[in-house]
């Protein structure tokens, strides 16, 4: 269901502003947060809260941001797991051992767009800039995972994937999940030519599309359908899917946006841990 997210914090009072699912807020069984681009220390295009270690923004702010947003959520930004990201469909199981890799310790992780873990207090994260941040919960087994799914790991089903992993890995049952799909672009600014929508129809089926708007040679995706479409074939109840209402692009005020930032800006970031 479409929804909007309760916010961490109040604009203004200097703390870093964050996202939260309500019905991954009310178990109790993990702490998580998507993160805006409110309440950090970076200047100009990467004002203030990026999270991107990847732009060329300083190190220095990007940590101290980490440090900001997890304290917020609740966290330990140096226990935090963060891989490098490439829009491909791997996916990592990760352990104690991973803690704090990618951001405070030099990573030997490799590229992978989602990660999983069963273990309480590791942290995980994906970063953003218009793309899908997917966080899922398996209550009874204890098991969460973060995903990254911009329009190529929507085709590349990378959602489906993951709780494909879980499932073999675990034994979750994917009619148990809890997923939460963070603040992307939507379909009033998410704008591909022909190449990339008939990408979609043949990948998904035209009935999927339905409901995008044309405009001269420009279509216009609504990829939070295909992504939760691609859940529900795996098993996963629609109604235990919560979709953020924000656009970034709409909201870039609040929001990285990759695309109404005309490229250059920082990115914002899902992190969920599960605390027992
Ligand atoms: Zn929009």
Request: with cysteine.
């Amino acid at each position: 269901m479409n929804m909007n997210f309760n916010f961490f914090g109040k604009p203004n009072d200097g703390n870093p502003i964050a996202l939260a699912c309500p019905f991954f807020e009310n178990n109790g069984l993990v702490r998580h947060g998507f993160s805006t681009r409110l309440g950090g220390v970076s200047d100009d295009a990467y004002f203030s809260l990026n999270l991107g270690l990847n732009t060329k923004d300083s190190r220095e702010n990007v940590v101290e941001n980490y440090r900001r947003f997890c304290e917020q959520i609740g966290t330990d930004y140096e226990k935090l797991v963060l891989t490098r990201q490439v829009h491909g469909t791997n996916i990592k199981t990760v352990t104690k051992e991973d803690a704090g890799k990618g951001l405070v310790r030099v990573s030997d992780l490799g590229e992978f767009d989602g990660l999983i873990t069963d273990e309480p207090g590791l942290p995980i994260g994906v970063f953003y800039a218009d793309c899908t941040p997917i966080l899922m919960l398996d209550p009874k087994h204890k098991v969460i995972a973060a995903v990254h799914s911009g329009w190529k790991g929507t085709l590349g089903r990378i959602g489906r994937k993951a709780v494909q992993e879980v499932r073999r890995n675990f034994g979750t049952d994917p009619k148990d999940i809890l997923v939460a799909f963070g603040p992307s672009i939507k379909a009033c600014h998410f704008e591909v030519g022909e190449d990339v929508f008939s990408m979609f129809c043949q990948n998904f089926g035209t009935r999927a599309l339905y409901g995008s708007l044309q405009k001269g040679e420009k279509f216009y995706v609504n990829t939070d359908k295909l992504n939760r479409a691609q859940l529900i074939e795996e098993g996963v109840r629609e109604e235990n899917i919560f979709i953020s209402n924000s656009c970034t692009y709409c909201h870039n005020d609040t929001f990285y946006s990759h695309r109404a930032d005309g490229g250059k800006t920082g990115r914002m970031c899902a992190v969920i841990e599960l605390v027992k």
